[in-house]
């Protein structure tokens, strides 16, 4: 069955960094778009940035863009999160998610969720 597992969550200081990964199982990685979004307490999933499954295309929330970078290795059917110039607002549980259609930020349009990963985020 589908699987999606995340890790590499932590709790860290402020202007530290982090590396998450997700391992997917179960599908075709390599023709899936996948995403990254996040959750904080008493707030909605948010957005964080997505990656063509080629991995040729990314797109980034605001909120992150400059400090966060997406990527993907096929072969090994993982997507990455980079995060630098880690901010005490960056706390949340983290997802990677999966959608067959296209690179987009509605976390409506996404197939398949992992469990997510927590990141801290300590000023």
């Known amino acids: 069955q589908v699987q999606l597992v995340e890790s590499g969550g932590a709790l860290v200081q402020a202007g530290g960094s982090l590396r998450l990964s997700c391992a997917a199982s179960?599908?075709?990685?390599?023709?899936?778009?996948m995403g990254w979004f996040r959750q904080a307490p008493g707030k909605e999933r948010e957005f964080v940035a997505t990656i063509t499954s080629s991995g040729t295309v990314t797109e980034y929330s605001e909120t992150v863009k400059g400090r966060f970078t997406i990527s993907r290795d096929n072969p090994k059917k993982t997507v990455y999160l980079q995060m630098n110039s880690l901010k005490p607002e960056d706390t949340a549980v983290y997802y990677c998610?999966?959608?067959?259609?296209?690179?987009?930020?509605?976390?409506?349009?996404?197939?398949?969720w992992g469990q997510g990963t927590q990141v801290t985020v300590s000023s």
């Open positions: 179960g599908f075709t990685f390599s023709s899936y778009v």
């Open positions: 998610a999966a959608n067959r259609l296209r690179a987009t930020g509605n976390p409506g349009h996404y197939d398949h």
